[in-house]
């Protein structure tokens, strides 16, 4: 007997009534409801003043980074006050003692203590130093750095005192010393080579210049073959490192023409993306035939020249680097007609064996434009000559000291602190002396920001999943709570705000990066993607959302905040509501078992914000004295606190044990846990069976409560239950009666839930949608309960081979882990949904080959609600026979019920394979869709007028004298 359209509905009700009755009584929801409502006593409900919210963040943002800047400030000002008397020595500096970052004894030399907020052991008195393999520790550079920075660590040590959120503080000089603190064993347990060289990392390389326009010019005739294009490509890879996201690079070979190595043959922002596939275009580069110097420099100008007037590029230093190993002549008429004013400096590189041809016109040419020439035979020549470039660009800087400002890094993950950080550095610079022949440029100062710790501050100012983000001048995301590592590769995430921020009319975001860009304060509505976790899952829905945005004032960042609809209105508790009584609330607190009752974990600090965070604690709850940094916040969370607390009396009496045991039929422990999340940040759990039973999978049951107040819904907390989900096929079983038909539950995601299909094994997640067959696409497609559409999920790098093994049964294995889908729902605010079915194993498998660019991947989502009568069609399965299916929603619910009347019909299916749609960088044809904005600098290159290689004595090359 089949089951009719009346039938269908009738069964839907049973089961829904059936679940509804089990997350009423568990969680007290009607009691949950009056305590909650409107039009409650005890507690208020009070619109959410987004712009209020934002210069509330900008003004802490704002205290915290100037905390930084000043730090910073003073490690550049002791090195530079320090250095004329001591520089004056610097031919026989004196003998100091420093301890080595590797030196292996260390512990036995000073105390290590282990420090949470270091990952590792330190000494908060004393500072390492650090110099790179190829660099000689006894040479007269290094001795004399060594003399230069002695008597830092007592500025490193005053500045923690004053702001506890210092985890790094570092001077790293042009020699390739590294001064660090705090002190701390630099060992390796995989007896790897110590690589690290201060002078390539990315803090250092910004703080070192101001934003480049660089042309590179590669000769591949065939005088470079073998030896000399060899080193000549691990040169330019080597260069590659040493530009920054701030700076515009082009990359040419010639011989007798002159091609651009790449699908972008004009100056392209240095974002990582662009630096990988000039790497991989570096690889290909041969040699052959003869050279042709007039039309590569012509080439080189036109292109520096057409960026500038299409107002593309930073426009501030620009330069031309030649690699090539010999040149007929000097080309002066040339380059008095292209370069005049010396604007455009010209670095030359030498390759091949020493003395095998002349270079010295290739010297002339680097020293009458205001570069550097340099001879590189081998690899071991190839970071002096690097280091030479990086001192000529920090050259202007030494015209106007005083107006240097702070550099601040992109974000990169640092892999002993095992987060995020981006660092501020400063050029350290004596002044411009025409009569002297002393390098100006000293080298960089420099603190870490923990990432995490900004986001720790931030997170008491917002409830639920509201969130603050923050970019950089140039569109770069530098906090969000998306911006997680991918494996070990992500060590720079170079993300856009379009790549995180996902808008379901994609040009809202671009205008609010735009507004953003241009560092105006306003805010745009708009509906956007919400998700937690770092890459798209296929369970993410669209909410209705305004961002509000606005700069910092004096910092290279604009900050922005997201307030869903659902979330614009919160709980506001008076000081003197009698729910704060200090005896009740400590008596229920204190007959809680602490593991069932967590507070958000909010930062203490005092008004400067230079406290180390530690979270709120049960004993500093209950001291309203205390004075945290949210007051209205806390003192909803303690109001919060009386009233779940007869839910949790209900939890524990032996009547609700009763009850859950006699609702599913007496199965043993049918209701496994229950839990309570309030969107302020108070969580309540149980667990009936004190573990997870490994032997029953389950299930969710979980209920947004919505309160209607000025006429838009806000949802105050969130209730969940997990059930066995033998339980779940004993109600399908009573409902649907004697027929034997197959029922499928999916949920909105197209995700099956349960099915008593005899094919079903519920050992994993299914996407009903990875299945190919014609049911599925009756289901998804013809009936119109689906919708259909591609997100693009274009974080960080995608990986171009992936066996996808999709689970998501493992990221929900604790109760605590649904918290963020319950509150990201998008549904009616008085329904409940299934999640997921819950089991104890299961992990999603990456193996990859090749990282690439963007890839996209299709999300199925619930159209919408509207549609709430059932749907019949017949679908024929390979024309052996027909089956009869019957769709119908579960009332209020986001599960649709599927019934298969002819279950002894079988159609033909398959899984169906869902490969990344890979977006390769030059079919994307875009690097960065954002020009770098310089509004907040000063560009020293163009104050040069004066400055050129004729009117100082500077070393324009490694023979001058």
Known sequence: MQICNSRSVKIAQDITDRLMEILGKTTKLDYLKEAFSADSDLIRYEKINGTKLLKEAQSKLETILKNKTDAVDKIADFVRQKSPGRLESA??????????????????????TYYEEFKVEVNLTETVIHFPVDVYEFSKEIKSAIHLTDGLDQVFIENYERDKFIFAQYFGSTSGLLRYFPAYYWGSTTNETDLYDCRFRSWYIEAAGQPRDVVFLMDTSGSMYGWALRVAKYTAKTLLQIVSDKDYVAFYTFNKTTQSLSCYPQLERARLKYINHLNDKIDTIDAIGASNFSIALNTAFDVLEQSARDNKTCDCQRAIIIFSDYVREEYTEL???????????????????PNQGDTSKLEKIACANNGYFSKVYNYGDVVPAISNILAVFGQPLSLNTASIQASWSTVYYEYDRQNFVMT???????????????EPFLGVAAIDVDIPQMKNIMTGMFSG????????????????????????YAEKPDMDINEVEITEDPEKIKEIARSMLNRTTGSIRTRSLVYFKNTISGRENYQ??????TSLEGYPFSIGIIVPESERQEIKVDKDNKLLNKTLLMEAIQREVPARLRWKRYPLCTKNLTDTIKPLSKAEALELETDPCYPDRYYTMAAEVQLTQPVSDWWQSSQFRRWSTSVCQNYEHCIQDAYLVTNAGITRTYSLLGRDDKRNPYFNISYSLGVLKDGSYVQPLSVGVKVQLKALRYFIDVAKGANNASITLLDENAFTIFSTDQDYTPTSIEKFYDLSSNVANFVLNTSLFYHKYQVKDCQKLCKKIIPHVQ???????????????????????????????????????HRQTKWVMCCLDEMTYFRNFSKTDPVNGSVDCGGVCKKNITLTPLPNTNVLLVIDNNPDCVCPRKKRTRSPIITELCENNQVSQWRSDLSQQVCFEKLKSNLTSKETKWKCSDSSP
Do not use: Q
């Open 424 to 438: 501020v550095g400063k050029s350290v610079v004596l002044d411009h002396d025409p009569n002297s022949e002393r």
């Open 91 to 112: 031919r026989d500096p004196p003998t100091c003692s420093y301890l080595l970052a590797k030196d292996s004894s260390m512990a036995e030399k000073i105390n290590l």
């Open 807 to 845: 689970n998501s049964a493992h990221s929900y294995l604790s109760p605590l882990r649904t918290i963020t889908k319950f509150m990201s729902s998008i549904w009616k605010l008085f329904v409940f949904f299934l999640t997921d079915l819950f089991f104890d194993k299961g992990t999603a498998s």
């Open 465 to 488: 999943i509201m969130y603050a983000f923050m970019i950089n001048n140039n569109g770069v995301v530098i906090l969000h709570p998306r911006m997680v590592p991918i494996d070990d």
């Open 544 to 549: 209705d959302t305004e961002y509000f945005f």
């Open 335 to 353: 380059l008095k007609r292209r370069n005049p004013d010396g604007r455009v400096r010209i670095f030359i590189l030498a390759f091949g064996a």
